[in-house]
């Protein structure tokens, strides 16, 4: 019998007993290696009510003391990174050192919750009318929950639960159910840092454990990354029973490239954005918008013999450059888009739907694949791929490449890659997306800058982490003060003027 991943409650791994498990693959060989534990609505209530009667006791301890288990947070993240990202890629695929770099990603989020005694300083006026002071705080929610998806099992975890816990909220994470495995390490972790038994907590599972959080009355905040028609379900859902959620979906990042770009940087810059992590990241880039035939022909030269040449193998080789994708109804769902552009015309310059390697003839493997001419009206340029497939799509001028992105429904990431700091600073001011590059193919913001898209990339008002994530987990409350000797005598019937 396989291992089965169980929930974490209390402070201590709970066994399940709903009787539902999910398999967890190893994508690179195509086979089962554990399974885990699908939840039922009473084990998420059990997993809600740890988290709410931790709440009061953690709430109250002063912000350093949070902030020295995240101190103690980061030291054992930055221990633990290689056991971890071995871990990751047993059951996502991605390569070690890719593992590593999203876990190191998330350990810069634990940094910045280190300085959530300042963060969380509020603002004070003295004398905002005679005798009269004003001053805010920031307080938190109470339980806070994190719903997250399969392509970055360490990191969006981390978004999330250090900021929720750094400002004396609770959480309950329900993980990927297709690579839950991390969820227990970094619970486990934050218990050895020193966090209560209580305070962060894991239910395993699927739409029934995420709909019983949805609606849970002790639930206060939710926070979700994934696939849009889910972000906006949770979204709608969350919202209607009086929750604070923001959630972010899916995407189709462009890549403007201008005539002046440096094109062996723009080649360089694709190959890492377009083919990293399989595709299977909501930053990669999917879409290269080429603004004139000449960059188009010279892109795909340049391109052709690189993508030929990536190095398909197991995450866990180090001469891979690029893993499997993450389950076989995932492969074959990409596979399905490569079909459809044929069909619907686009030109597959590069096939990478044919590949067999020795020894892992059953894992999920695929090479890159480059389509040229494609139109905006196709559905590999309209719908999320989430696959090694980039798109070239050819634009007669800047004004039409502009017009192109913004008339995606995603509004995640884009990029322009130009010489020309007119068009860069058009771009940065006129493009309707979250996140933009200049002659950065993937503008992940860092840690104390926050992460979100715009259009159907997000739902709610907030992006994730930096100031964002601070504004998410706290509401705000602002205190007029007024002491004896301030206080005029007799009864005052109309509106105060204060000042
Ligand atoms: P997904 O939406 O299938 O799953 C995400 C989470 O939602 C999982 O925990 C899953 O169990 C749960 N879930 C799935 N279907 C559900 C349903 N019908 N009802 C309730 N819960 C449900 O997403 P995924 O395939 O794990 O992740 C890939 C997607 O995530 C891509 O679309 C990608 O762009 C997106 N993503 C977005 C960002 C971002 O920051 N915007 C970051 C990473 C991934």
């Not at 990536?310 to 499997?324: A, C, Q, R, T």
Request: charged letters at 20%; aromatic letters at 8%; glycine letters at 10%.
């Amino acid at each position: 019998m396989p291992e089965v991943i169980q929930h974490y409650i209390q402070g201590r791994i709970v066994e399940s007993t709903s009787g539902r498990t999910g398999e967890v693959y190893n994508p690179a060989i195509g086979e089962v290696i554990r399974r885990v534990a699908f939840a039922s609505a009473a084990e998420v209530r059990q997993a809600v009510e740890s988290a709410r009667d931790a709440f009061p006791a953690w709430a109250a301890q002063p912000p350093i003391r949070r902030a020295r288990v995240m101190f103690k947070m980061k030291q054992l993240l930055e221990d633990n990174i290689d056991e971890l990202a071995r871990l990751m890629t047993e059951e996502h695929g991605k390569t070690v050192e890719d593992a590593k770099g999203s876990i190191a990603r998330g350990i810069d989020v634990v940094e910045f919750a280190c300085g959530m005694p300042h963060l969380l300083k509020g603002e004070f006026t003295e004398q905002v009318g005679t005798g009269v002071d004003s001053f805010s705080i920031r307080q938190p929610l109470g339980v806070c929950v994190g719903i997250t998806p399969f392509n970055f099992p360490a990191m969006i975890p981390l978004w999330m639960s250090p900021i929720a816990l750094a400002c004396g909220n609770t959480f309950v994470l329900k993980p990927s159910e297709k690579d839950p495995s991390l969820s227990l390490r970094l619970a486990e972790l934050y218990q050895k840092a020193g966090l209560p038994d209580g305070a962060f907590n894991v239910i395993q599972g699927d739409k029934v454990a995420v709909n019983a959080l949805l609606v849970d009355p002790d639930v206060a905040a939710i926070s979700f990354v994934g696939a849009t028609a889910t972000a906006e379900y949770i979204y709608h859902t969350g919202c209607a029973h009086n929750k604070r959620v923001q959630a972010l979906g899916g995407a189709k990042n462009h890549m403007v490239i201008m005539p002046d770009a440096d094109m062996g940087q723009v080649s360089d810059a694709i190959m890492g954005a377009a083919y990293g992590s399989a595709g299977e990241r909501c930053m990669a880039i999917s879409v290269a918008v080429a603004v004139g035939d000449q960059v188009a022909d010279d892109l795909i030269a340049r391109l052709m013999p690189r993508v030929r040449a990536l190095k398909v193998g197991p995450g866990n080789d180090p001469e891979s450059e690029m893993g499997p994708l993450v389950t076989k109804e995932h492969y074959d769902k990409v596979m399905g888009y490569i079909d459809k552009g044929v069909e619907e015309g686009a030109e597959l310059v590069l096939d990478g739907r044919n590949i067999k390697l020795q020894g892992y003839e059953n894992g999920y493997f695929m090479g890159g694949s480059i389509f040229d001419r494609v139109t905006t009206d196709m559905s590999i340029y309209t719908d999320e791929i989430f696959g090694p497939v980039l798109s070239v799509v050819r634009a007669p001028d800047y004004g039409a490449a502009v017009d192109i992105v913004n008339g995606h429904e995603y509004g995640n990431g884009a990029a322009i890659f130009t010489r020309d700091g007119d068009a860069a600073r058009n771009f940065a001011n006129n493009i309707k997306i979250g996140m933009v590059g200049i002659n950065v193919p993937i503008p992940v913001p860092v840690a104390y800058y926050s992460f979100g898209g715009w259009k159907r990339s997000l739902f709610g008002d907030h992006h994730m982490h930096g100031a964002e994530g601070v504004r998410f987990y706290t509401k705000l409350k602002t205190i007029t003060s007024r002491w004896p000797t301030g206080i005029r005598e007799g009864a005052e019937y109309v509106m105060p003027v204060l000042g």
